[in-house]
């Protein structure tokens, strides 16, 4: 067991056990003089976690009824951790943890921080019956009214995008059920709105001049292939998907990442045990676009 701190840093990780026998954690992303900014990690279990345990690297994402929306656990305190927090290590902020911001403030560094932990896992279990009957209202619309979901927030959806770790050349697929475990541990709405997400940005990508298909073009062209390579794009995450979308000379036909494709129906599959019918309003299948490839 690691000891407690003198000082705190930012990239410092602590753990400290809740009063629902379930350990939590909180990561320090930014510090003015004696504040300092936290996000609540993804971790809660009966243990305390390892240093390396992936529910680190993610913030936990609330979405209780009794908050308007959604949001990530992330707040401001003030002064330093009890002695009840154990200190896990230190490491490097991502990218994407450094953008992350909060106005919300938690007072002083208390014993029982990551209540939200414990709120969100009690409403859920009061709002069992709901949630089922969420379920249940998108299947008796399969042959009806389509259902449809607005559009996830751009930096919710490109923040998971970045679990992919995309960064890299190649978007890591091993990666793919980090995504889905944790698309599957948000509601049944957030599922949906993520499909519709990734569907309207596949979309957006279907067009001739990123196909490469001009009058000079080779006859022959996969249209699977160039879904494919339009998911290796999404897979790199929001600046290259921005970059290639206005440049569309600079798309690669030769990158492929079709396993992006299947994310949501795992993580519907995982969340309840049930088989994904969710139609988004947009197809991303090649063609799909008529009015740009003038169909």
């Not at 059920?177 to 949906?192: A, C, H, N, P, Q």
Request: include cysteine; charged fraction near 30%; hydrophobic fraction near 35%.
């Amino acid at each position: 067991m690691k000891k407690l701190k003198v000082d705190v840093n930012i990239g410092d990780l602590y753990a400290v056990k809740l009063p629902s026998d379930k350990w939590g954690a909180v990561k320090v992303l930014n510090r003015v003089d004696n504040s300092f900014l936290l996000f609540l990690t993804n971790y809660y279990e009966k243990e305390m976690p390892s240093p390396n345990h992936q529910s680190l690297r993610k913030a936990f994402y609330q979405s209780r009824g009794m908050i308007e929306g959604a949001e990530w656990s992330i707040f401001w305190v003030d002064g330093y951790p009890s002695k009840n927090y154990i200190w896990l290590g230190t490491e490097e902020i991502s990218k994407h943890e450094e953008e992350l911001k909060s106005n919300r403030y938690a007072g002083n560094w208390k014993d029982y921080l990551p209540m939200d932990l414990i709120y969100q896992e009690e409403w859920e279990r009061e709002n069992k019956d709901s949630l089922n009957l969420m379920i249940k209202e998108v299947k008796d619309n399969e042959n009806g009214d389509k259902l449809t979901y607005d559009h996830m927030d751009d930096a919710e959806f490109w923040g998971l995008i970045c679990l992919l770790d995309g960064g890299q050349h190649k978007p890591l697929k091993k990666n793919v059920g980090i995504l889905i475990k944790e698309l599957s541990e948000r509601t049944v709405e957030t599922i949906f709105a993520f499909e519709e997400t990734l569907s309207y940005k596949l979309f957006l990508l279907d067009t001739p001049t990123h196909a490469h298909q001009t009058t000079e073009a080779d006859s022959y062209f996969s249209p699977d292939q160039f879904l494919y390579a339009r998911c290796a794009v999404m897979a790199r995450g929001q600046a290259y998907f921005e970059r290639i979308l206005a440049n569309p000379s600079m798309l690669d036909l030769d990158l492929e990442f079709e396993e992006l494709l299947s994310v949501t129906t795992k993580a519907y599959k995982r969340k309840t045990k049930d088989n994904f019918s969710y139609t988004s309003t947009y197809d991303y299948e090649t063609f799909s676009n008529k009015q740009a490839w003038g169909l």
